[in-house]
């Protein structure tokens, strides 16, 4: 994905463009962070990269979607299914990876100024800026980018018919505005990049971005005592220096390296409230995060059809906290991965390929507060692909995996201000996974089909809980055996001027506990999936739909002591964008203007139980380049 196709969208974040991809669910969970999901594939397993360092690698090996900005992305690149064993550790499902500095095919591109603006009907508003520079210090060629970003909201819209819903608590919905209750956001960032290139010699780049959010996290109103928090602070630092030698030519054949070194540090409060007034705090979590890390990777030729690719990935994550009440702790993890993968083509045309990959991983947790320490853990994992185009237009593929997930720090030891019981118990996930499919392209249609299956020895899933104080929280255990076999489906075809696509998930996922007994699942819908439309209106015109829908569903609720059913729903989104010039110079001389209505039914529709998505919002963008 090209971040231009998103529009007049101005400092979007990660949640909002991946909201505009086809093949992927987010969600936003009961701490307000939102979360992709990708082939039967949850959070922890998918990883995220930032110009070739995985930020899902910390505390809680995952990251908010929500609140981190791609004001200076330039491209998104999804890999659905089962991964090369080179992204490293614990990333066993999907891939998300943003170029910052690392789209070399960007640099003839650059925009000299950038500037965007959006209204919502709310008041929420957003601004970005962003500018770029090419310059030719001798025989090389050197990309500057920087840019900011601002963002600011009241709260979000409900939808009208929300409050009839006999499973929702009034309190908890509605603020005295109207709007959803502890919505509110404010969110400021900025990004520095740079790409110095010469042929013969090589590349280096240099990414960093940082932010600084402060917001509240809407209360879970299906239930009696929901979290009442807000995070007064949310900051985080991105640096990562990046560099590789290139195509070289070596005595038996072509190869390049590359190596990569990332500094993800962090710091954020959070404080709970005695009431839904959220004048009172009874409870804080402050805390700093650093992860630091370092990635290499290599590949040569093998003769004129064979390359050998190869990738070490160590990371080390530490954590100071201090609880109030409580007390302090530290924790520290390490993980490190190493993976071999050889590539081979054959037949006429090299129209069939065909791959296979082995990694080893690890984690340790050497400090671990006052709880158990883990044990050093270490796992295997290989993977095992081919891909054939059998006819002009039709591609033929398969792969077959096992990789493994090692809990995070989080998962073990965090309380979550008494929302969790901790358990250090927690072992390794791992995962055994197949799929096979089809791509089909003609000259006005393309069509991709997958099916897979996926066995997750010692899952991880949140359960409800009674502790020796009588309270129901959430604990972590691990299930013995989490099965799913589905089917997805992405479909584009062209007809004359209109554009129509759509995509479609189908999936049983069913568990079995230690004990053996089969259970229920969160968050496991049996059908979703999306329908979109794209024409032009006139010569400067161009209108666009979606509607995206979810099957029905099971969440976890520790009051009631098990799951409860969340109804299936449906989204509808409107767009309207306009495109024209404003004067001949090379500067701020084009313009788009974009009309958006999103969930323009205005349906109740939840990402999670007691978690309503926002009501029919109309929001104005405008952009200048």
């Known amino acids: 994905l090209e971040l231009d196709s998103l529009g007049a969208l101005p400092a979007p974040s990660m949640e909002e463009v991946l909201r505009a991809m086809p093949l992927i669910v987010i969600r936003q969970n009961s701490r307000g962070e939102s979360q992709p999901a990708l082939r039967g594939s949850e959070d922890r397993q998918v990883g995220v990269f930032l110009d070739g360092i995985p930020i899902t690698i910390g505390w809680d090996h995952r990251s908010d979607m929500s609140i981190i900005p791609l004001t200076g992305a330039q491209r998104i690149r999804v890999v659905r299914g089962l991964s090369s064993v080179l992204y490293g550790p614990n990333t066993i499902g999907g891939v998300i990876e943003v170029d910052i500095a690392r789209a070399p095919q960007r640099t003839v591109s650059i925009v000299p100024v950038s500037v965007a603006f959006s209204l919502e009907e709310t008041g929420g508003s957003n601004v970005s800026i962003g500018t770029g520079h090419f310059f030719q210090p001798g025989d090389g060629s050197l990309v500057v980018r920087a840019g900011a970003g601002f963002r600011h909201r009241n709260g979000v819209t409900l939808p009208a018919g929300i409050t009839e819903d006999r499973e929702i608590r009034a309190r908890y919905l509605v603020n005295s505005e109207g709007l959803r209750l502890n919505s509110d956001t404010r969110r400021a960032d900025g990004y520095l990049a740079a790409r110095y290139e010469k042929e013969g010699w090589g590349w280096a780049a240099l990414s960093s971005s940082a932010y600084d959010v402060e917001r509240g996290v809407p209360p879970e109103a299906h239930q009696d005592g929901p979290r009442l928090w807000r995070y007064p602070e949310q900051k985080r630092l991105f640096i990562a220096l990046s560099g590789g030698t290139g195509e070289q030519e070596t005595g038996g054949g072509l190869g390049s390296l590359e190596f990569s070194l990332g500094l993800n540090a962090g710091s954020s409060q959070i404080d709970q409230y005695d009431t839904e007034a959220f004048r009172s705090v009874i ?79 690890g984690s340790d947790t050497p400090e671990s507060g006052d709880k158990p320490p883990v044990d050093r853990l270490g796992n295997f994992g290989y993977r095992a692909g081919v891909s054939s185009l059998v006819q002009d237009g039709l591609i033929l593929h398969g792969s077959l995996s096992r990789r493994s997930r090692f809990p995070s720090l989080r998962e073990l030891y965090s309380g979550a201000l ?64 989490v099965k799913s076999v589905g089917l997805e489906v992405l479909a584009v075809r062209a007809m004359g001027v209109v554009t129509v696509s759509g995509d479609l998930t189908v999936q049983n996922a069913s568990g079995i506990n230690v004990d053996g007994a089969p259970v229920e699942l969160e968050y496991e819908p049996f059908i979703n999936g999306r329908l979109g439309f794209e024409t032009p209106l006139g010569d400067i015109f161009r209108a666009s739909g979606n509607l995206r829908f979810m099957g029905s569903q099971m969440c976890e609720n520790p009051e009631i002591g098990g799951l409860q059913t969340l109804a299936g729903s449906g989204m509808l989104d409107l767009r309207l964008r306009s495109f024209f010039r404003l004067h001949s110079g090379s500067s701020l001389s084009r313009a788009e203007a974009g009309l958006g209505l999103s969930n323009a039914t205005d349906a109740s529709v939840y990402d999670q139980c007691g978690l309503p998505q926002p009501g029919r919002t109309f929001q104005i963008q405008i952009r200048v380049w």
């Open 283 to 361: 409870g804080r979590e402050a805390a700093d995060d650093r992860t630091v890390t370092l990635r290499a990777e290599g590949d040569h030729t093998l003769g004129s059809r064979g390359t050998l690719r190869s990738a070490f990935t160590f990371a080390e994550v530490e954590r100071d906290e201090v609880l109030t009440p409580g007390g302090v702790a530290s924790y520290r993890q390490r993980l490190w991965g190493l993976g071999i993968e050889s590539e081979w083509s054959m037949g006429d045309r090299d129209a069939t390929r065909f791959s296979i990959g082995a990694a080893l991983d």
């Open 418 to 481: 008494g929302r969790f019981e901790p358990n250090p118990q927690l072992v390794v996930e791992t995962l055994l996974g197949s799929e096979a499919g089809l791509t089909l392209e003609t000259d006005h249609s393309s069509i991709q089909a997958v099916g897979f299956y996926q066995s997750l020895e010692n899952k991880i899933v949140r359960s409800s809980f009674k502790g020796t104080d009588g309270i129901l929280r959430f604990k972590r255990i691990n299930h013995k055996r």
